[in-house]
Each structure stands twice: as structure tokens, then as C-alpha cells.
Nanobody, 127 residues
């Protein structure tokens, strides 16, 4: 059974940085993408960023490109989200998500493109 466990959320001031981690277990195939969605209060989940497990296929939401970086350590089965220059609009519950490769990183932008979800970690950006 696939499990995803997030850590690293918290409170940060605007302009600050935060790093999230997601440790995955239970995959029997290497052909999947893994990344992060976020959900602001009163809004739906939106795909933020993702990376292929075995290569550098990546997806970035336009508003985070240049500020957020995703990386992975396959030896630890862990994916990292480095968030810099945070703004209040980045706040929300961040969910680690993974999905089998469907032919395009576009599927990282939509909930339907993901097959597994973590429980989420809260990121608050405020003074």
C-alpha cells in the first residue's frame, strides 16, 4: 500500500523560506510523478509542483516558478519542496501527492492526475 507522509509546515513571514518533505513508501513501480498540491481556505486543491521519480520531468505552477524548487532523494524515498520568497497567497494546506505517469506533467496540475495523497501539512504566511 502506497503511503505518503509530509513534514515541515509552519508559520513563516512574507519573504521567508520553508522546506517541506514527503517520504513515500509502498511503490512497486518507478514510473510515477510525485509533488505537491495546496488548498487555501475556501478553495479547491491546486497542483503546485511535481517531479518524475526516475527522471527530471517537472511541472511548476506559473506563480511559483522561480521561487519554489522540487528535488528528490531516491535513496531516502523523499521529495523536498523548497519554498522561497513566500507570499500570503502561498498559504494553505500542502498535500504531497503521487500519480502513475500518464504521458504528461500536465496531470500534476489536477487532482484527477494523482492516485495517492498524504494527509497534508499547514503552511501559514503571515506577519
Amino acid at each position: 500500500q502506497v503511503q505518503l507522509a509530509e513534514s515541515g509546515g509552519g508559520l513563516v513571514q512574507p519573504g521567508g523560506s520553508l522546506r517541506l518533505s514527503c517520504t513515500a513508501s509502498g511503490f512497486t513501480s518507478d514510473d510515477y510523478v510525485i509533488g505537491w498540491f495546496r488548498q487555501a481556505p475556501g478553495k479547491g486543491r491546486e497542483g503546485v509542483i511535481c517531479i518524475g521519480h526516475s527522471d527530471d520531468r517537472k511541472y511548476y505552477k506559473d506563480s511559483v516558478e522561480g521561487r519554489f524548487t522540487i528535488s528528490r532523494d531516491n535513496a531516502k524515498n523523499t521529495v523536498y519542496l523548497q519554498m522561497n520568497s513566500l507570499i500570503p497567497e502561498d498559504a494553505g494546506v500542502y498535500y504531497c501527492a503521487a500519480g502513475f505517469w500518464r504521458g504528461s506533467t500536465w496531470f500534476c496540475s489536477t487532482e484527477g492526475g494523482m492516485d495517492y495523497w498524504g494527509k497534508g501539512t499547514l503552511v501559514t504566511v503571515s506577519d
